[in-house]
């Protein structure tokens, strides 16, 4: 399992005290996306161009030219050319690179994540996996999983569930909350702004309804995208007509990501886009109250 950050004491992604592991590697593109360097499915060197003096030490070192300056970026690593020998990060003094991802046995992830079962036990809180899309894990999450759930700790998945059926459904009997996007109705435009449509998306949620799953529904509100009252309207009307899902947390649209788009030497189309906070989603939740829906803004 490649994993590329683990974060304790989370309170927003689940019941009580949460461990919240980010696996690397998913099968979406969001144009918005929080976080760039949970896509590509290999560890990969991050660069932090405020920490870097410009010496060029990184690049005279690198064994396979994959470092070259870039006027906006600065000295960004090509991920195509990279072998992650670590030289670049040994060469520079002021700790501008390091690799982001590692690869994890189920073992030792267990043990790292069972270090926290007093807080869990303490705040009826537990373990949370996110990405990244961590389903793409497949069986070896289910088998994390199941190590988890023998010894009690509840879980909960943060997912796109942008799978065929099949890879989901083996985690009916183990996570204890699936929080599930709805990121737009129109499958065209879903596929312009994340290069894939959203079919599977919305059958995996009238599965998971069918089976008794416990869900919460989060939709990621996003300018210019599906901020608007009428493309809202669509996403709760799909929930009422197709499924018995009360919840939904509309999450405001921010720009976090945006240092680690220029670290990995990525334009980001959402730059200028001015953050959003809970308070501008008060109509969407209205709306949605008007549909018999448990609406909030922001995470619970
Ligand atoms: S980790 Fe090694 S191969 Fe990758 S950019 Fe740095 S020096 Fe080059
Ligand atoms: S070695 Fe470090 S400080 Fe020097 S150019 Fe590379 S990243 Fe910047």
Redesign the pocket.
Same mark, same amino acid.
């Given at each position: 399992m490649n994993v590329f950050t683990i974060e304790r004491f989370g309170t927003k992604d689940g019941p009580g005290i949460r461990t919240v592991v980010f696996f690397k590697g998913c099968n979406l593109r969001c144009a918005w996306c929080q976080n760039p360097e949970s896509q590509l499915a290999k560890p990969q060197v991050m @660069?932090?161009q405020a920490? =870097?003096? &410009? =010496? &060029?030490? =990184? #690049?005279e070192v690198c064994p396979v030219g994959a470092?070259t300056y870039d006027e906006t970026f &600065?000295?960004i690593s090509d991920s195509n050319l990279c072998v992650l020998c670590g030289a670049?990060l040994d #060469? =520079?003094? @002021?700790d #501008?690179?390091s690799i982001v991802g590692k690869e994890w046995d189920e073992d030792l992830l267990v043990k790292e994540l069972l270090k926290d079962r007093q807080f869990f036990s303490e705040s009826g809180g537990g373990v949370t996996f996110s990405g990244g899309e961590p389903l793409l894990q497949g069986k070896s999450l289910v088998s994390l999983s199941a190590a988890l759930k023998k010894e009690h700790i509840n879980l909960a998945i943060e997912s796109a569930a942008c799978v065929p059926w099949p890879v989901l459904e083996p985690f009916l009997p183990l996570i204890d909350l699936f929080y599930i996007d709805i990121k737009h109705l129109d499958s065209e435009k879903h596929k312009k702004y994340t290069e894939s449509d959203n079919s599977l998306i919305l059958e995996n949620i009238i599965a998971l309804d069918r089976n008794g799953a416990n869900v919460i529904i989060r939709v990621p509100i996003i300018p210019g995208f599906n901020d608007t009252a009428e493309e809202m309207r669509k996403t709760f009307s799909f929930l009422k007509e197709n499924t018995s899902l009360q919840k939904v947390e509309l999450l405001p649209f921010n720009r976090l990501g945006l240092a680690k788009y220029r670290g990995l030497g990525r334009a980001y189309a959402y730059e200028k886009t001015q953050n959003m906070v809970n308070e501008d989603l008060t109509d969407l939740v209205l709306l949605g109250k008007e549909y018999g829906l448990l609406v909030h803004a922001g995470a619970l």
């Open positions: @660069y932090t920490s =870097c003096v &410009g =010496c &060029g030490k =990184c #690049a470092i &600065g000295f670049c #060469a =520079c003094l @002021y #501008a690179r």
